[in-house]
């Protein structure tokens, strides 16, 4: 699975397709294990997330591991999705509030899969 952080204002949709699809050509996306580092550089302290659940075998674009973007050196690639991500991808949306600091951690309810 891998995931993709938004404001709850922005889902449910037919299809996502956030800004970053025309601007970047792709869509940001991320893993458990590295879902907290984009939250924490450019969300932090918002109470109104989801966390969706993507379902890579149920995308019909392509999708491509890479460094992020931007790049943090030596840093860990994260999945980015060349096309829109139909709602049909989407397996679960999640409530993604930040902690008592402002910082984000993993939801319970991904965290013990």
């Given at each position: 699975?891998?995931?993709?952080i938004?404001?709850?204002?922005?889902?449910?949709?037919?299809?996502?397709?956030?800004?970053?699809?025309?601007t970047?050509?792709?869509?940001h996306?991320?893993?458990?294990?590295?879902?907290?580092?984009?939250?924490?550089?450019?969300?932090?302290?918002?109470?109104?997330?989801?966390?969706l659940?993507?379902?890579?075998?149920?995308?019909?674009?392509?999708?491509?591991?890479?460094?992020?973007?931007?790049?943090?050196?030596?840093?860990?690639?994260?999945?980015?999705?060349?096309?829109p991500?139909?709602?049909?991808?989407?397996?679960?949306a999640?409530?993604?509030?930040?902690?008592?600091?402002?910082?984000?951690?993993?939801?319970?309810?991904?965290?013990?899969?």
């Amino acid at each position: 699975m891998i995931l993709h952080i938004l404001p709850e204002s922005d889902w449910p949709v037919a299809e996502l397709r956030p800004a970053s699809l025309a601007t970047e050509g792709f869509i940001h996306c991320s893993d458990p294990g590295t879902a907290h580092l984009p939250a924490n550089r450019l969300f932090r302290g918002r109470a109104d997330l989801l966390l969706l659940e993507i379902d890579p075998a149920k995308l019909d674009v392509a999708l491509r591991w890479e460094p992020g973007s931007p790049p943090i050196p030596d840093g860990p690639w994260f999945p980015h999705v060349y096309g829109p991500i139909p709602a049909a991808a989407v397996v679960a949306a999640h409530p993604f509030p930040p902690n008592s600091d402002g910082t984000f951690t993993l939801p319970e309810s991904l965290a013990h899969r």
